[in-house]
């Protein structure tokens, strides 16, 4: 979800109490009348319609660029992800990922970024570096204290808040980040999530509207 469509035009009937949750097709398709669920509140509810600047879709699928219009008025915010309640994507704020260092400043345990995963960004530390990755052997390097610049290493994190995530592997949209430097606001390094350990459990998983 990147934002909440709500253009107030009381010129135009059709648009007087629109309210619709714009964002990019991450992965699979959505089809008017499917059964959907947010989180991690952990509402549900069906969409209703699907618009694009073209006009309205029965049906959209990845990476398309949409806005969904759903039946029932629940709270949705930017950064949420709306998915199938059959197939939920992992969830955890204990983070294992493969990252590319691009910064002269090295990356060492302990530091604190902002990472920035899909349309949110959240405070992160980086807990451990478990090792660098030899580029010519892609044999693992244990005990590395820090990743220089172009330096490819495994790190663990822990963010503020959960992350809703797949592994890299499954979806590259919903399985990369990028870290930035709290002070410059600079990018430093990117990375790509391992799988989740657990599934994500709605808030509410009961709650239905």
Not at 9 to 18: E, I, S, V
Not at 31 to 47: A, D, K, Y
Not at 58 to 71: D, G, I, M, N
Request: with cysteine.
């Amino acid at each position: 979800m990147q934002w909440v469509n709500r253009p107030n035009n009381p010129q135009n009937a059709g648009l007087h109490d629109f309210r619709g949750f714009s964002g990019q097709v991450a992965g699979g398709i959505v089809r008017v009348g499917q059964q959907v669920m947010v989180l991690p509140s952990g509402f549900s509810s069906t969409v209703k319609e699907i618009w694009t600047l073209d006009g309205p879709l029965h049906e959209a699928f990845s990476p398309q660029s949409v806005t969904l219009v759903l039946e029932h008025d629940i709270d949705v915010s930017r950064g949420d992800v709306i998915v199938d309640p059959n197939d939920l994507p992992g969830a955890s704020a204990e983070l294992h990922a493969k990252v590319c260092w691009m910064h002269p400043r090295p990356l060492q345990r302990g530091k604190k970024y902002f990472l920035k995963h899909t349309t949110q960004t959240v405070q992160a530390v980086v807990t451990a570096i478990e090792h660098r990755i030899n580029v010519s052997t892609l044999d693992p390097e244990p005990e590395t204290p820090e990743l220089a610049m172009n330096d490819i290493g495994e790190i663990r994190l822990r963010t503020s808040r959960p992350l809703i995530f797949d592994a890299y592997a499954t979806n590259r949209l919903t399985g990369s980040f990028i870290l930035i430097e709290q002070s410059t606001n600079a990018t430093v390094g990117a990375g790509m999530l391992f799988p989740p350990t657990e599934v994500a459990k709605p808030e509410y998983k009961d709650f239905a509207i």
